[in-house]
């Protein structure tokens, strides 16, 4: 258990919304996370975190934007959400000596 | 951008029946991750390579890191009803903190 919290665990939307998501840890570590599930297409990471304020794009960030102001919190929020962005999202936080990624338990995102 | 090629996309076996799935890159990783991932749950590590050569266990799971840096394997052995799920494997290459890339997964069903 790599205290990981995922806030909430499944949300239905209407389309033009918007919604934030929460990943919430409890160990301090410095890099965190927001990948999107698909099927198809296996694990895409949206944005990471390497540290408090410090934010950058992964390869699928169109139409999301990230905050983190606090080490424990990773907010993912979709400004105006679509129906393509439905999808289950993962949080994942890495440890800084090593590669290891540790996922949270998903939040499925349906947008209607 | 890096891409990782993981085979085959779906098993159908037999219990008691060894398991073989690989992963593989046109580009040089220095970390090979494996996963599984069970229904409604993240990703949990099973295994992590750091060397090349290296063969690494964990109970009936084995895993290799490729010689040429471009690949991976994951053995199972034995399988059993518990092994069902989608094993995703994960590459870390020289990019930019260390963010790690997904396969699309590999979906074992095991017939008992």
């Known amino acids: 258990d790599a205290g990981i919290t995922q806030s909430p665990r499944h949300k239905v939307t209407e389309t033009g919304t918007p919604v934030t998501l929460r990943c919430h840890q409890t160990?301090?570590?410095?890099?965190m996370y927001w990948y999107r599930q698909d099927p198809g297409h296996g694990l895409r990471l949206i944005h990471y975190?390497?540290?408090?304020?410090?934010?950058d794009k992964g390869e699928v960030s169109d139409g999301y934007s990230v905050s983190r102001s606090k080490t424990e919190d990773f907010l993912l929020t979709l400004e105006s959400a679509t129906s393509s962005q439905t999808s289950v999202y993962f949080c994942?936080?890495?440890?800084?000596?090593?590669?290891?990624?540790?996922f949270g338990q998903g939040t499925r995102l349906t947008v209607v | 951008g890096q891409q990782l090629n993981q085979s085959p996309q779906s098993m159908f076996i037999q219990e008691g029946e060894d398991v073989s799935m690989n992963c593989t890159s046109s580009?040089?990783?220095?970390?090979w991750l494996w996963y599984k991932q069970d229904p409604g749950e993240g990703p949990v590590l099973l295994i992590a390579?750091?060397?090349?050569?290296e063969l690494t266990s964990n109970g009936r799971l084995t895993a290799q890191f490729g010689i040429t840096r471009k690949d991976s394997f994951l053995n199972i052995s034995a399988s059993i009803p518990s092994d069902v799920g989608i094993y995703f494997c994960?590459?870390?290459?020289?990019?930019?903190?260390?963010?790690?890339?997904f396969g699309k997964g590999t979906k074992l069903s095991v017939k008992p």
């Open positions: 994942a936080i890495r440890r800084e000596s090593n590669t290891e990624a540790f």
């Open positions: 160990e301090n570590h410095r890099y």
């Open positions: 975190s390497y540290g408090v304020k410090d934010t």
């Open positions: 580009s040089i990783f220095n970390t």
């Open positions: 390579l750091y060397k090349a050569g």
């Open positions: 994960a590459g870390q290459g020289g990019g930019s903190q260390g963010n790690l890339i």
